[in-house]
């Protein structure tokens, strides 16, 4: 009687799915390195991080109402020579590909004192953590090739992070979509290697000799391979059986535009931007949804750990996002003329923004139809009619008291009437009495003319005749 022997391993049949991945033509997990590999998600982390990395950074400082910026050496690390090996736009293009692959991008802050002395990025694979596992007060500490440095000592921009030192990257985050884009791009390439021939195996109806058998190894390599003259014949009893589709069948080309629109949606990019046919509104669509939400997670970044507490509360860093308008010339020149007109833009800011000469003409455009009003003093100021009036004593409203100063301007007056000035004239007993200029041919006209003074002119016409 035969016994089994239930410490010995059976062999598995392996499936085709696993004898391709154990061949290296699938893959399940999907390497920061692969998913670069994959044409449409290299070309979106290109074109957010340079557009990210393009856009100058500029300390600002707040005082009340006024904001005005300022003259800072971090400001020149971030933009220009940083101290380390790589520039200002290197570093930043580093940080946010890293942000968006692995989910974390970590610049180290050299400091002397209260003075930072350089800015030096590190690769997110080098960096480590240990940090408590307290959900509420979290705290940690930071481990670069082997050396503990604080958290505070590192610019750290986190996506998806829960922790405050690591983040979620996009890689991790759609693995499974980056592996079937990637394993079909591998398809393609054993396509291309073998002239297009179709998987399959070999049926043989009894054993084949050992010469047999290698003659038709040798003789299925040549059919694979790129020259097309080689033929394999089959001898009698052996079949050929297809394991898999043309990539007709397949629909490789509808599937490879599918899995491009996946891809994009993944870094919220939209595909007529890649393919250069997208218009204004995608554009800034696009701005809003995906750049905009990096640049706040950069800033925010930067006023936590680049600024001393002292200055938390009056300055922060921002990005310059003028520059993301320059390719669009017609829309930078509409919003110059739109503030310009607003009196928001002087003449020479505008040119200083196109790298253009001052022209030193420090003033605003500003029209007369505009009526002026100062809350502190709370007073109105017409420039039209050169009129200023205090709400508090004036019994018109400012539109009666400029048409009334225009109607005795008209009326043969010098100016303007002042609100505060003007007062209400008593009516005179004698006025009637007095001469009026406005008769004909110079002449004095009594406006109240009685009976007594109809004689009295009779009288002087017969002394003059």
């Not at 829960?162 to 592996?179: A, H, P, Q, W, Y």
């Not at 310009?340 to 800011?349: C, F, G, T, V």
Request: hydrophobic residues 35%.
């Amino acid at each position: 009687m035969k016994f089994s022997n239930p410490f010995r391993r059976e062999k598995r049949v392996l499936s085709l799915e696993e004898v391709l991945i154990q061949g290296g033509i699938l893959t399940k997990q999907v390497t920061k390195d692969q998913a670069l590999n994959i044409p449409v998600f290299a070309a979106c982390v290109e074109l957010i991080s340079s557009t990210v990395a393009a856009l100058p950074i500029c300390l600002y400082k707040t005082d009340e109402l006024t904001t005005e910026t300022v003259e800072d050496d971090r400001e020149d690390l971030l933009n220009g020579d940083t101290g380390d090996t790589l520039d200002g736009f290197q570093m930043k293009k580093a940080v946010i590909e890293d942000y968006l692959l692995s989910g974390g991008g970590y610049i180290y802050i050299n400091r002397s004192r209260n003075t930072v002395k350089s800015l030096n990025y590190v690769e997110h694979s080098y960096v480590s953590f240990n940090y408590n596992f307290d959900p509420i007060f979290k705290k940690g500490e930071i481990l670069v090739f082997g050396q503990t440095f604080r958290d505070f000592e590192f610019i750290k921009l986190l996506r998806r992070t829960r922790d405050g030192f690591t983040g979620k990257g996009i890689v991790k985050e759609n693995n499974d979509m980056l592996s079937i884009a990637y394993n079909q791009m591998k398809y393609e390439d054993v396509l291309v290697k073998t002239g297009g021939s179709k998987k399959g195996f070999l049926k043989a109806q009894g054993r084949l000799s050992k010469e047999a058998l290698e003659e038709l190894k040798k003789g299925w390599r040549d059919l694979y391979s790129q020259n097309s003259e080689n033929v394999l014949v089959l001898n009698n009893g052996i079949d050929f059986q297809e394991a898999s589709l043309t990539s007709v069948e397949l629909q490789m080309n509808e599937n490879k535009i599918t899995n491009s629109d996946q891809i994009c949606k993944m870094f919220l990019v939209p595909p007529s931007l890649l393919s250069g046919t997208a218009n204004n509104e995608e554009y800034q669509n696009w701005i809003k949804l995906c750049i905009t939400p990096i640049l706040t997670a950069f800033e925010t970044a930067l006023n936590k750990e680049l600024l001393l507490p002292s200055e938390q509360e009056n300055y922060h860093f921002a990005f310059d996002t003028g520059e993301l308008m320059k390719a669009d010339i017609e829309t930078r020149f509409k919003a110059y003329e739109i503030g310009i007109k607003n009196a928001i833009y002087q003449i020479d800011e505008v040119r200083y923004k196109e790298s253009l000469p001052p022209l030193d003409l420090k003033f605003l455009k500003m029209g007369l139809q505009d009526v002026l009003y100062f809350p502190e003093t709370q007073e109105i100021y017409t420039p039209n009619t050169n009129a200023k009036y205090d709400i508090n004593e004036a019994t018109e409203s400012p539109e009666e008291q400029a048409l009334e100063g225009e109607a005795n301007e008209g009326a043969g007056g010098d100016g303007p009437i002042d609100a505060n000035k003007a007062q209400t004239q008593p009516n005179q007993p004698n006025q009637a009495n007095q001469p009026n200029k406005g008769g004909a041919n110079g002449e004095n006209v009594q406006p109240n003319s009685g009976p007594n003074q109809k004689n009295q002119q009779s009288t002087d016409n017969n002394k003059k005749g």
